[in-house]
């Protein structure tokens, strides 16, 4: 029975081997990728569908978030993207830090997408003049440069510098300039539950003194408005905190700011509310247009290249930007 199986099976490759192997290399074309990504004009996101509070207004607009569709380098796709417009190719290497995995740059940006929830929370609710309460901070190392002079480890959440908490990236940076090139810094870690005294190195560089860490800076938030927003797992990064602050702002307000535009945006945001530069800018605008955006708001360094590519697409949208939300809310409370 086994042989005439195989006798079969046998026969059917030999008359159709040629098929076979087409079938095999069209599949290794598409599902083989090579060391690179494109970037191409992606949608937005409705921020006020994704948040839950005590209370809330309606709104009669939209304040959406944009986002930058990010394609698997493929051949077929790679060769396509000669072809179609505002598709273009980048190195995946552009896309991690010296020696970071792709796996721990996907962990790294779903922590900077907590901290720009967090940093949202906080500029909407102080605009307001809500209370609310920072019951634990965590100060996350997301990188560990090879010049570090430490035992550090990602993940390792740092307590206190020269026994001084450390609340902020800031606080870090002030600690770390108050010293000389050479000085260790005692550091008191929280790793895997438990508390750890670690050393690292001052040394100095072009850019001024370093450790060679980076940090994300996350909270434990109460308030009595019980701000809760929801994501997908496929999301991360920080460049929606901007328009999450907006929708937060919006919904606990009954003036309602989108006076009933599609409102599209892009840009990182601080617990103080100062607007970050974001990348991908071209393709978040022209992905607002697609999704018939009255306004586009994005930071003041991405401003000058968001009109550059309207000029030139010929666009009819509004582009805002400003320092702070707080300047951004303004200009659409102005708009009529």
């Not at 599902?31 to 970037?39: A, F, K, N, Q």
């Not at 796709?77 to 290497?93: C, G, T």
């Not at 740092?158 to 550091?187: P, Q, R």
């Amino acid at each position: 029975m086994l042989s005439k199986i195989y006798d079969k099976v046998k026969t059917f490759i030999l008359n159709n081997w040629l098929f076979l192997v087409i079938i095999i290399g069209l599949n290794l074309l598409f599902w083989v990728d090579l060391p690179y990504v494109i970037y191409a004009p992606g949608g937005a996101i409705n921020v006020e569908n994704r948040i839950n509070a005590n209370t809330e207004y309606d709104s009669e607009g939209k304040l959406q978030m944009a986002y930058v569709s990010m394609i698997r380098g493929s051949v077929p796709f790679l060769l396509a993207s000669y072809v179609i417009p505002n598709w273009d190719i980048e190195p995946k290497s552009d896309l991690t830090l010296e020696d970071e995995s792709i796996a721990d740059m996907i962990k790294k940006d779903k922590l900077y997408l907590q901290e720009s929830i967090d940093n949202a929370t906080m500029a909407s609710l102080s605009l307001l003049n809500k209370d609310f309460q920072i019951n634990k901070i965590h100060n996350t190392v997301i990188y560990v440069d090879k010049k570090a002079d430490t035992k550090l480890k990602l993940y390792d959440e740092i307590i206190k510098a020269d026994d001084k908490e450390i609340t902020s990236l800031n606080d870090y940076k002030t600690i770390v300039e108050s010293h000389l090139d050479g000085d260790l810094i005692n550091l008191l870690v929280l790793r895997n539950g438990k508390e750890k005294n670690i050393t690292i190195k001052v040394y100095n560089t072009e850019a001024g003194l370093k450790t060679g860490i980076s940090l994300v800076t996350t909270y434990d938030l109460k308030s009595s408005e019980n701000i809760q927003i929801k994501s997908k797992e496929t999301e991360s990064g920080p460049s929606g905190g901007l328009m999450m602050a907006l929708g937060i702002y919006n919904i606990l307000t009954k003036e309602d700011i989108t006076k009933g535009k599609n409102i599209v945006g892009t840009g990182t945001i601080d617990a103080d509310g100062n607007i970050g530069e974001i990348g991908g800018v071209k393709y978040k605008l022209i992905g607002a247009v697609k999704k018939k955006a009255d306004i586009f708001i994005c930071p003041e360094e991405n401003y000058n290249e968001a009109k550059k590519v309207a000029k030139k697409e010929n666009y009819d949208i509004i582009i805002l930007t400003d320092k702070n939300l707080a300047g951004i809310i303004n200009q659409l409370k102005n708009l009529k």
